[in-house]
């Protein structure tokens, strides 16, 4: 009897972290919409596709739980400086 889920299935973990990732990369693109320059809002579109195509191969949980970390720290830093241009 064959099952009908793929060899690939991720674990509930995986799954989870892997939701994480992808609500970090939706934030990240919404808060680029606010970036008026439109040189800079390229820029930063291709730096943070780039930098999560380069880290796609990762499966080490804790290693994608640290990028995680990273990408919320530069996402809020970026927040920052947003809404200090705009003062």
């Known amino acids: 009897m064959s099952t009908k889920l793929p060899?690939?299935?991720l674990s509930l973990k995986q799954?989870?972290?892997r939701?994480?990732?992808l609500k970090?990369?939706?934030e990240i693109f919404r808060t680029l919409k606010k970036?008026?320059?439109e040189t800079t809002k390229a820029d930063l579109r291709e730096w943070a596709r780039a930098d999560?195509?380069?880290n796609m191969?990762?499966?080490d949980e804790t290693t994608i739980k640290v990028m995680l970390?990273?990408?919320q720290t530069s996402l809020n830093n970026l927040k920052k400086s947003l809404s200090l241009s705009k003062s």
Do not use: M, P, S
Request: proline share 0%; glycine share 4%.
């Open 52 to 54: 999560f195509r380069n």
């Open 24 to 26: 970090l990369y939706r």
């Open 15 to 17: 799954f989870l972290l």
């Open 19 to 21: 939701q994480e990732v």
């Open 69 to 71: 970390h990273h990408g």
């Open 7 to 9: 060899k690939t299935t």
């Open 35 to 37: 970036v008026e320059d």
């Open 57 to 59: 191969h990762h499966t």
